[in-house]
């Protein structure tokens, strides 16, 4: 068996607060973690957690990961967008061209999010988070299909996306041209492997399919951390 998504996480330098926005945002509540972090359980069909993670470095560059967050209506889009303004997100910009149907902001911390025009067939049941939109390869899109045991749902120009076959979010990968990695990255998956498994197998796993250790002064900890094959960090967690 593989590992399963365990969860999203964000560095945070404030992660109450940021936690205390998407919890408002996505309508999920907050739980006790037995690591001390602040984590959100979802309320849908997402299947993964939310965890924040204190730090202390800026955030610098835009993210490699960003949800993509479905409307029904031009109504409903502008209502989300307001809902998340009054919890305190902002316009930004990223270079999206006027003619886009789709509304980019940034949460407190400036970790960016889109919210997507209705009518949008490639995410039309997927619930309200609709995508965690990547910069990748198409390669690394192969990479965490295997890794996580998910079909590829899209594979057409070196643009990638596969989805649980339990249904939720679709995770995609936009192709070349990828940004420079400067510095660690802000969001990284979190995977765990099944229960009463062996983590070391699995982490041998990971990089027979093209992953590598790597470290970012993580010390002595139960974890492993790993890279994909763009350099994206991710931890393996010990078996829960």
Not at 26 to 54: A, K, M, N, Y
Not at 73 to 97: E, F, K, N, Y
Request: net charge negative; with cysteine; hydrophobic share 35%.
């Amino acid at each position: 068996m593989t590992s399963h998504l365990y969860a999203l996480c964000f560095d945070a330098n404030d992660p109450l607060r940021l936690a205390r926005f998407w919890s408002g945002f996505l309508g999920w509540e907050t739980t006790d973690d037995p690591d001390d972090d602040i984590v959100l359980l979802p309320s849908d069909d997402t299947g993964f957690r939310i965890r924040f993670l204190p730090t202390k470095e800026q955030k610098t560059g835009q993210n490699q990961m960003h949800f993509d967050l479905t409307s029904t209506s031009l109504d409903d889009q502008q209502q989300i967008v307001s809902r998340a303004l009054g919890l305190g997100a902002r316009h930004i910009d990223v270079g999206q061209r006027p003619e886009e149907g789709h509304v980019v902001l940034a949460d407190p911390e400036g970790n960016e999010f889109c919210v997507i025009e209705p009518g949008n067939n490639f995410l039309a049941d997927c619930g309200f988070i609709g995508a965690v939109a990547c910069d990748g390869s198409q390669e690394v899109g192969y990479f965490w299909s295997r890794a996580l045991g998910w079909p590829l749902v899209w594979d057409q120009d070196q643009e990638t996306a596969i989805r649980s076959p339990h249904g939720g979010p679709k995770i995609t990968w936009g192709g070349p041209p990828l940004k420079p990695k400067t510095g660690k990255y802000r969001l990284h998956f979190d995977l765990a492997p099944p229960a009463h498994g062996d983590q070391q197998a699995e982490v041998d796993r990971l990089v027979s399919l093209g992953a590598t250790r790597v470290d970012i002064g993580q010390g002595e900890v139960g974890w492993v951390v790993l890279a994909d094959p763009d350099g994206h960090e991710f931890c393996v967690l010990t078996p829960r």
